[in-house]
């Protein structure tokens, strides 16, 4: 798997269906995490950086829909994720409330795991061609869908694990990820996530011993801060 590759959230209360989705996507070079309900997927979007959620309709403890609406109203980049909707729920009133709520796309269950591929393929594609916000942090400005970082408007090289590691702190600027996540969500595995924070640092902080920007919260992660 690329470390570019995208981090798609997959949520449904089937757990077999998530289990096979997860393998699914996987095999098809996609970075993969699972929610089984609406609560936990509200608090993995807090913390990580996802290109992409799969979104059930219908899951106990809140619907499909209220989630979706949650996201669109929040803050930062994260209401900018596409949504592609799955529902047993196939009449035209129930996709319109599903586009309404936020949805990107709607997807009938049940369906070929080849069409979940290209519905998939379709949007993040279409994304890429959109706007995104760069997010600044003192003489930087990093763009989230190209991985590119500026310092004063010219390019500072970053590896793909670099440019990985910042995309996943800079989608939640002032909130600590755990190194757990972060090597779920940048494709780093284990203590190479400490790695890329130090080398990280060396080139964006004045004093990377004493660093303003990308700090280690004790007991819970990392933070990145922006003005």
Not at 19 to 39: E, F, G, H, I, P
Not at 165 to 191: E, F, M, W
């Amino acid at each position: 798997m690329m470390d570019n590759a995208a981090h798609i959230l997959v949520v449904d209360d089937d757990t077999r269906l998530l289990s096979l989705l997860r393998k699914y996507l996987m095999d098809n070079q996609y970075r993969v995490s699972t929610a089984s309900n609406a609560d936990i997927a509200r608090k993995k979007i807090s913390g990580l950086y996802f290109d992409l959620i799969v979104l059930d309709r219908m899951m106990p403890g809140g619907d499909g829909l209220d989630l979706a609406r949650n996201v669109r109203a929040g803050s930062g980049v994260n209401r900018h994720i596409p949504i592609l909707m799955l529902t047993a729920m196939g009449d035209a009133a129930d996709r319109i409330k599903g586009l309404e709520a936020g949805a990107d796309d709607y997807l009938s269950k049940p369906f070929e795991p080849r069409e979940l591929l290209l519905r998939i393929d379709s949007i993040l594609r279409r994304v890429k061609t959109e706007k995104v916000e760069d997010l600044n942090f003192g003489d930087y400005s990093f763009n989230l869908e190209r991985g590119e970082l500026l310092k004063s408007g010219k390019i500072v090289n970053l590896t793909s694990g670099e440019s990985s590691l910042l995309k996943s702190l800079a989608a939640t600027p002032g909130v600590p990820i755990s190194r757990d996540d972060l090597s779920l969500s940048s494709g780093n595995q284990g203590r190479a996530v400490d790695v890329q924070i130090t080398r990280l640092r060396r080139k964006i902080e004045e004093d990377p011993k004493l660093p303003r920007y990308l700090q280690t919260v004790r007991g819970e992660g990392y933070v990145l801060w922006a003005d």
